[in-house]
């Protein structure tokens, strides 16, 4: 069933003003189906949440409003994807990853259907919506699944560039966005290499390796401890499988400590997967792991669980501190 919402609606227009990147996966599809990319898109009904309305209003004959059945739209992109076009099918990231993950796992990885799974209002930005809707577990269950790419974009520029290089990417991808209201951290057209990790800088004393939205909260804390002489560094880990492992190693060998920050359960997570690294590396740094620590995470607004879980700038600034005193 095709979507004959309008573009211009005044909900989609509200959403837009309140969350700036809400239309980034919507006009970079546009973007590349009008350079002739065989791109398809879908959502289960949640065109308005992510923002795929103004998609469907431009190429209507390419969208599919799926309704109130995730697990249906996963299995139906998988079948789209034998056809030759490049599907990429969006809703909430805790619907995705854990109430589709059957159907990921063998209609779309063991497949190895090029569908591009966009799982929105990830970790705990969904906030009141509370812990049904939170996705703190979707990093480690994604990336146990083989030939599975999983993806972080810490802001909306780093998701459009990904999107963009997603086109001639062989393997299935699922994607871990935020809720729209992520401040910048890179400029428009910044280059995307799946697997690679952007290195910022890296640390003496600390170097943070984020991925998704705490990069930006990361950087401003490692800039407050620069400030006062300590030798902080930082690395956007937005892919987080294939992990960059020579990135971690060269932190390893640079760093006395490494900190791993994410929005999500410390376990199975990015810290898990830098521990694992580690591990096997014999890298010499401590390695700390912040996130939410192995709990079903509160209800309140988003802001307010930012602060809660020190996933803020002060909460990263305040688990950092002891760390390179």
Known sequence: MNSTLHPDSWQYRELNKRA??????????????????????????????????????????????????????VSAAA?????????????????????????????????????????????????FYGTSHHATEDIAIMRSIA???????????????????????????YFRISRGHDPEVYARDTPFEFGKAVIHELGRDLTIIATGMPVHPARTAMRALQEEGYSVGLIDMHT?????????????KTSRVILTVEEHNV????????????????GGARLVRHGIRDEFSLIARPTHLYRHYRLDAKGVEEIARPLVA
């Open 147 to 173: 030939d599975l790419t999983v993806v972080s974009p810490a802001d909306g520029p780093q998701f459009a560039a990904a999107l963009r290089a997603s086109v001639d990417y062989p393997q299935p991808i």
């Open 79 to 127: 079948g789209m994807a034998t056809t030759g076009v490049i599907p990429y099918v969006a809703t909430f990231a805790s619907f995705l990853a854990l109430l589709c993950c059957e159907q990921i796992r063998m209609d779309v990885a063991y497949c190895a259907q090029p569908v591009r799974l966009i799982g929105h209002h990830t970790g705990i930005s969904m906030g």
């Open 267 to 282: 376990l199975g997570g990015l810290g898990g997967a830098v521990a694992e690294v580690l591990a096997e590396e014999g």
């Open 20 to 73: 700036p990147s809400l239309s980034v996966l919507s006009d970079t599809l546009i973007e590349l189906a009008e350079a002739g990319h065989p791109v398809v898109a879908g959502t289960a009904d949640l065109q308005h949440s992510n923002g795929l309305t103004g998609f469907a209003g431009r190429f209507p004959e390419r969208f599919t409003q799926f309704g109130i059945s995730e697990q249906n739209m």
């Open 240 to 252: 987080i499988k294939p992990l960059d492992r020579a990135a971690v190693m060269q932190a390893a």
